[in-house]
């Protein structure tokens, strides 16, 4: 039996959350919950449910995020 949808939105966003937050990669928490909330709403919009699926892709998002944004504030 699948879980619903924000059962998944959520798990998905908090295991994301945790390792972000272990790693010292957070940063600041309301660009960090904007961040991943858009990349797993993305996702699910497109179809997936897979809860690790979901979490791994928003971690890589944020990182890209926060690395692009580093490169913004050098130039």
């Known amino acids: ?28 928490p309301s660009v960090a919950s904007k961040v991943l909330l858009e990349s797993v709403e993305k996702l699910v919009r497109r179809g997936e449910r897979r809860v690790l699926m979901l979490s791994n892709t928003a971690i890589r998002d944020y990182k890209k995020f926060c690395a692009d944004r580093s490169l913004e504030l050098v130039t």
């Open 1 to 28: 039996m699948s879980e619903p949808l924000p059962v998944v939105m959520e798990n998905s966003i908090q295991i994301a959350w945790d390792y972000l937050e272990r790693t010292g990669d957070l940063g600041d």
